[in-house]
């Protein structure tokens, strides 16, 4: 598939997404969304894709929406009232959603600010890696708007509820340092190191158990509701259906010889 708006590669496992529009600070227009869902829907139908990595070019990782296009051509309702949501439910939602489901890790290699949807897309990832100068900003309430992306439903959680109000209500920015010790993020490294790290944990998670990445992801997503009942019972059905897997058999193999495993993904 060719791309205008995003860089597709994919080696040893490990697809990369990079939102390719530098000198917007890879700002995001309907058409960027667009090839971000159907480059993961690539990466999810590709047998030998078993991680992806989503980056931006240049000196930010996302900005957020592109404001000048959605004033040019804008939504509006039945009664011909600005409709602002009508881009969430066609292009941002699924994005999101397509990402959640992912039955495959996702790595988010923050670079440069993380801004609006931008910082929700960055926080969606499984596992997100900032370089020291990346900042994360939630902007809407700057602009009279509030949160989206699935921003409200991500923060609370990765946050706690006095912190994650704290940056949606008062608009300002975090830095990298404060993110890592908020929990918002998995790892912070320096700027010159970010691509080379990112690759490295993609490449880990690429060589992992396929099946046990996938059920871990779906797994963790579904304690957030469930209750412990539920959620014994869960555990109880993935962990035999792994048990049966010729990954649990390589893993024993490997830990009672000492060596390390060789896991093929089924």
């Not at 996302?62 to 009232?81: E, H, R, V």
């Not at 990765?158 to 890592?180: D, T």
């Not at 490294?189 to 059920?215: F, I, S």
Request: hydrophobic content about 45%; proline content about 5%; overall charge negative.
């Amino acid at each position: 598939m060719n791309y205008q708006h995003l860089v597709y590669t994919s080696e040893g496992g490990v697809a990369t997404l990079r939102m390719n529009r530098p000198a917007q600070l890879n700002a995001l227009t309907l058409e960027l969304l667009g090839e971000l869902e159907a480059a993961f829907a690539v990466a999810e139908q590709d047998a030998g894709v078993r991680v992806v990595i989503l980056t931006g070019a240049g000196r930010g990782f996302c900005s957020g929406a592109d404001l000048a296009q959605s004033l040019q051509t804008p939504s509006l309702d039945p009664q011909g009232q600005l409709d602002i949501g009508a881009a969430l439910a066609s292009h941002y939602n699924p994005l999101v959603q397509r990402m959640i489901q992912l039955p495959k890790p996702i790595i988010a290699a923050v670079n440069g600010i993380a801004a609006g949807a931008g910082c929700s897309l960055a926080l969606m990832a499984d596992l997100t890696i900032a370089a020291r100068s990346a900042r994360f900003l939630q902007a809407f309430v700057n602009i009279g708007l509030m949160p989206d992306a699935g921003g409200t439903w991500i923060l609370p959680r990765l946050l706690g509820s006095q912190r994650a109000a704290g940056f949606a209500l008062l608009g300002q920015p975090i830095s990298a340092e404060q993110a890592l010790q908020w929990g918002l993020i998995w790892e912070l490294v320096d700027d010159d190191a970010l691509e080379a790290h990112a690759q490295v944990v993609a490449r880990k998670l690429a060589n992992g158990p396929t099946q046990a990445l996938a059920r871990i992801k779906r797994s963790l997503q579904a304690g957030a509701h469930n209750d412990l009942s539920t959620q014994l019972q869960l555990e109880r059905e993935w962990q035999r259906e792994l048990g049966q897997t010729h990954d649990f058999g390589e893993g024993v193999a490997a830990f009672l010889q000492k060596r390390p495993p060789a896991f093929k993904g089924h």
